[in-house]
């Protein structure tokens, strides 16, 4: 028999990884001589880095970048099993949790970081970078990225623009003859799964401004910048970002990726699928494991459990969902190809607890699952 386990991460305690081990167990504890694959997964958020490395035998870099108010920064990111392939989390250079609450401005922070991790790939020799651009501390509509680059963006006097989305209101031109040689030559997937405009009242600023320090009259400083800026990348690059769905991501970063990058936005796990090679590790099996710390009406709009059923559903292999919760609406993955869904927990508990016992239960409710599997398919 051969079992698959493509689970998330069970945020704040336990990765991708652990979480497919501890299902493996159980599932040993049945059927020792059962196929078991790993797959760690995730859908482009939080994670996405060690579940892709993990999955394909990769390997981490390290390197010192330009954090988002500017300070230097140790950041991380994956080179994948093919040896041509980058993944990297903006947030680990441009991230919200590497700007103190006190100091947040989104009209000063920068993803400067973020276009130097994308350097250090390129002159590694990768073909193709994913990027995943959750949890941003950045409104720039990545200018800081594209300057590290190699883009110059110039107010009408020809200045070079400082750092941050404030500034963008006095873009006039942007020249890219000294944009990095391998730029062209990879290409740029953007793992984004939601599908904000660039401006407006469902743009970057209105709506991801104020978790980012941005108060009402800075959203609308910032939204009416990032509407100059739609302007001219649309004169000066032939690319129309204004409306593209995506393009408020990440502070405007998703319509900065398509700009100067020829970036392709779409749905993080469809990504993380392709990349470690889902559909292949499937063929011929015939259960599937996956799984999320919660499990509720959110899971169906792109998370990774209705991700990986959607595949296996495509090839008639049936999907149990184990979750350390299961929230409202959870049920609509079952539309999505999910079989059946599970809580792992056996009684109310301290979180405390329930993140130091998880991996036992996990390995429970999966060899309850085999057990089970086993007595109606004999």
């Known amino acids: 028999m051969k079992v698959v386990i493509a689970p998330d991460s069970f945020k704040e305690c336990a990765s991708a990884r652990e979480v497919a081990e501890a299902i493996a167990r159980g599932v040993r504890r049945v059927l020792e001589d059962a196929e078991i694959v790993l797959v760690p997964m995730a859908d482009g958020g939080e994670g996405t880095v060690d579940a892709l490395v993990a999955a394909t035998a990769g390997r981490f870099v390290e390197c010192e970048v330009t954090g988002p108010l500017g300070e230097r920064t140790i950041a991380r990111y994956g080179l994948l099993g093919d040896g041509k392939t980058a993944v990297i989390e903006m947030a680990a250079a441009s991230g919200l949790a590497l700007a103190p609450v006190e100091r947040r401005d989104p009209r000063v922070t920068t993803t400067r970081g973020t276009g130097e991790l994308m350097v250090d790939a390129l002159d590694r020799g990768v073909r193709k970078i994913i990027l995943g651009i959750g949890g941003s501390a950045t409104n720039d509509a990545g200018a800081g990225m594209a300057q590290a680059l190699g883009f110059s963006l110039r107010d009408g006097l020809g200045r070079e623009l400082e750092p941050g989305g404030a500034a963008l209101a006095r873009l006039a031109a942007i ?34 401004g104020p978790q980012k320090g941005a108060d009402a009259a800075a959203v609308k400083e910032l939204d009416a910048a990032l509407g100059l800026f739609a302007k001219v990348v649309e004169t000066e690059l032939g690319v129309s970002v204004l409306d593209l769905p995506g393009a408020g991501a990440a502070g405007g970063l998703g319509a900065g990726l398509a700009a100067f990058a020829g970036a392709r936005l779409a749905p993080g796990v469809e990504l993380v699928a392709e990349a470690c090679g889902l559909a292949e590790r499937l063929s011929g099996a015939d259960l599937v494991f996956t799984g999320e710390g919660r499990l509720d009406g959110q899971t169906a709009h792109g998370k990774t459990p209705v991700g990986v059923a959607r595949i296996a559903r495509s090839m008639g292999i049936p999907v149990v969902a184990l979750a350390g919760a299961l929230g409202d609406g959870y049920e609509a993955a079952y539309a999505h190809g999910v079989t059946a869904a599970f809580c792992i927990c056996p009684k109310p508990v301290a979180l405390a607890d329930a993140v130091a016992q998880a991996p036992e239960w996990l390995a429970g409710v999966a060899e309850a699952v085999m057990r089970l599997w086993l007595s109606v398919s004999q």
Request: net charge negative; glycine share 12%.
């Open 175 to 208: 020249d890219g003859s000294r944009k990095h040689g391998l730029l062209n030559a990879c290409e740029v997937l953007v793992a984004c799964d939601v599908d904000n405009p660039l401006c407006g009242a469902r743009g970057a600023s209105a709506v991801y």
